[in-house]
Nanobody, 120 residues
Framework: QVQLVQSGGGLVQAGGSLRLSCAASGNIFKVNVMGWYRQAPGNQRELVADITRDGITGYARAVKGRFTISRDNAKNTLYLQMNSLKPEDTANYYC??????????????WGQGTQVTVSS
């Protein structure tokens, strides 16, 4: 009913930048909180950053000052600008969103994931 389709990611040298995108489509009444998560091999999936519909943001300590989360409500699209990348940022990054398909129902969705690899 609702899909989150991610783009961006790839291979970059330490100190470089990447920009991730996540577009929500389908039966959408309203997209509420959206966020980015990441998971490296052998690690738990962790919250990187999230953002409310009104633009209130939160960041994991490890990425504060380097990453910026943003959204375009008109396009139902989420972004993550990643600067000053470090090898420890290497992970599969996942988009997540709380989406209402009607005024009385909210459901949580995941994107397909995209690999970010930072070389030293």
């Amino acid at each position: 009913q609702v899909q989150l389709v991610q783009s961006g990611g790839g291979l970059v040298q330490a100190g470089g930048s990447l920009r991730l995108s996540c577009a929500a489509s389908g039966n959408i009444f309203k997209v509420n909180v959206m966020g980015w998560y990441r998971q490296a091999p052998g690690n738990q999936r962790e919250l990187v950053a999230d953002i409310t519909r009104d633009g209130i943001t939160g960041y994991a300590r490890a990425v504060k000052g380097r990453f910026t989360i943003s959204r375009d409500n008109a396009k139902n699209t989420l972004y993550l600008q990643m600067n000053s990348l470090k090898p420890e940022d290497t992970a599969n990054y996942y988009c997540n969103a709380d989406v209402q398909s009607n005024p009385n129902w909210e459901y949580n969705y995941w994107g397909q994931g995209t690999q970010v690899t930072v070389s030293s």
